[in-house]
Nanobody, 119 residues
Framework: EVRLVESGGGLVQPGGSLRLTCAASGFVFRNYAMTWIRQAPGKEIEWVSDINFMGDKTSYSDSVKGRFTISRDNAKSTLYLQLDSLKTDDAAMYYC????????????RGQGTQVTVST
């Protein structure tokens, strides 16, 4: 059974940082590209970033490029997202998923971790 467990969200002030973690199990993690997506209340799901199976190729949405960094540890079956220079617009539920930006919607995602950016 595929299981993805996100953690690391929280309340942070604008300009602050968070590190999200996605612990994966139930599949061969090192064989899959992985993706972070987010959804703010009342808005559609937004693709944020993806990383290839080896971890040497990454992509970012224009809205987070230069501020967020995706990474993975295949030995630990864990995906990360470093969020820096956070803006109020970054507030959302963040999910990890198997696949890349073109395929993530075919796969299950975790339960999400909430990121709140507020003064």
């Amino acid at each position: 059974e595929v299981r993805l467990v996100e953690s690391g969200g929280g309340l942070v002030q604008p300009g602050g940082s968070l590190r999200l973690t996605c612990a994966a199990s139930g599949f061969v993690f090192r064989n899959y590209a992985m993706t972070w997506i987010r959804q703010a209340p009342g808005k559609e799901i937004e693709w944020v970033s993806d990383i290839n199976f080896m971890g040497d190729k990454t992509s970012y949405s224009d809205s987070v490029k230069g501020r967020f960094t995706i990474s993975r540890d295949n030995a630990k079956s864990t995906l990360y997202l470093q969020l820096d220079s956070l803006k109020t617009d970054d507030a959302a539920m963040y999910y990890c998923s198997m696949g890349d930006r073109r395929s993530y919607f075919h796969y299950e995602r975790g339960q999400g971790t909430q990121v709140t950016v507020s003064t």
